[in-house]
Each structure stands twice: as C-alpha cells, then as structure tokens.
C-alpha cells in the first residue's frame, strides 16, 4: 500500500541549531513530494516540492530537502533554526495514478531559545 | 488573489442541526478538494473535485454532503453529525486535478458537534 511515513513525532532543537526532519515513502514509482508547514489551527503552507531533476530543492523560509531514490526518502533541512520554525511539519506524496495527496503522521517542532 | 478562504473559521453545531462549510479560491484553480483533520492527527481526504465534478469520494459517510456550485466555490453541507465528527475541516484547491503544482490549503473550519 502507498504510505509516507515520518519516524520522529516529536523534535526538540535549540535556535540556532541545524534540523532534519526525516520522511519516507513506500510506493510503486517515485511519486511527487511535498513538505507542508502547519501552524496550531492554521492551514498547512508549502514549504517545497519535488518532481523530477536536481534531487536538492530549495523552498521557503530557508528550507531545502533532498530526494534520495535508494533510501525512498526525502528529508527535510534547516541549516539554523528561527523560534518562529515551531510548529508541525507534514511530508506528502501524491501518486499520479491516483491523484491523492498522502499525508505522513506529522512531526511536531519544538524550539527553545 | 493567492489565497482560499474558507468559512466561518469556528462553527458549533447540534446533532440535529444543518449547516453548511463554504470555501472560495479565484487562481483559477480546477480542482478542489476537502480534507478532515483530527487533533494531533495529519489531514485525511474526504472529496475530490476536478473542473465541478466529484472525481473521489473518500466513502464518506452522507451526513457530509459536497457540491461545486462553480470552478471558484466548494461547499460541504452538514446534516445530522456526530460528535466524533468534530474536527477541523480543511479546503484546498490546485491548478489541475494532478496536483502538481502543489495544493493551496485554507486556514480551516473548526467544527465542534455538541
């Protein structure tokens, strides 16, 4: 079955600190990927996206992600953290035979100053 | 206009109440979508529209009743819920039905069934 999985539930980093958020995928074929940014009782926001081409994709707010095929991940990266980066982070796949965005559970951000 | 708009962004309502989500884009966006999400839990999908036409419906249970009634309007009626029901209910709208531009979201309705 198609599913995204992120390990860590929960992260703790200190501002300032270099994160990495981890996330996997199980499907068929590459699918496109996603990394939404979610505010308490917000809506989630795009962070980045990947397709296809450079496996390095630069978003917003300072956040990259690498793809990489033969470990079917997608991580996302901060080089340093902003007290503002706190909240929950989803990873997304969505498979273009089904049109469906996948979420994985969610990892929850927590930054200390 | 970048932006879907949903409302009302807090919504109480009885069990034998009736009540309506609305959610607005104009990106001239030709697909929408609803999506469900339960605290501390990622958004689970609901329905999916492309260019006013139900494409996926998620076996949603018929208390919960979509309609498109143009390319720039969704609507969920809401008929008879259940408290399990409380949620908050996310729209989201994309360029087409394949999603890959990515997927604007609005910031939610927050449902409470009492």
């Known amino acids: 079955a198609q599913s995204v999985t992120q390990p860590d539930i929960h992260i703790t980093v200190s501002e300032g600190a270099s994160l990495e958020l981890r996330c996997n995928y199980s499907?068929?074929?590459?699918?496109?990927l996603f990394w939404y940014v979610q505010s308490p009782g917000q809506g989630l926001q795009l962070l980045l996206k990947?397709?296809?081409?450079?496996?390095l994709v630069q978003g917003i707010k300072g956040f990259e992600a690498e793809f990489k095929r033969s470990q079917s991940s997608f991580n996302l990266r901060k080089p340093s953290v902003h007290w503002s980066d706190a909240a929950e982070y989803f990873c997304a796949a969505l498979s273009y035979n089904t049109d469906k965005l996948i979420f994985g559970t969610g990892t929850r951000l927590q930054v200390f100053p | 206009d970048t932006e879907v708009t949903q409302t009302p962004k807090h919504l109480v309502m009885g069990m034998t109440n009736k009540k309506s989500l609305k959610c607005e884009q104009h990106?001239?966006?030709?697909?929408m979508y609803w999506y469900k999400q339960k605290a501390k839990k990622p958004p689970e999908l609901m329905f999916v529209?492309?260019?006013?036409?139900?494409?996926i419906n998620e076996s949603v249970p018929s208390r919960f009743s979509p309609e498109c009634p143009n390319s720039s309007l969704l609507n969920l009626h809401l008929h008879a819920l259940q408290p399990e029901d409380s949620a908050l209910y996310l729209c989201?709208?994309?360029?087409?039905?394949?999603?890959?531009?990515?997927?604007?979201f609005g910031s939610g309705t927050r449902l409470t069934v009492v």
């Open positions: 990106m001239g966006h030709r697909a």
């Open positions: 990947y397709f296809s081409g450079d496996t």
């Open positions: 499907y068929g074929a590459t699918p496109y």
């Open positions: 989201a709208s994309s360029r087409a039905r394949d999603g890959m531009s990515g997927y604007t």
């Open positions: 529209y492309s260019y006013e036409k139900l494409s």
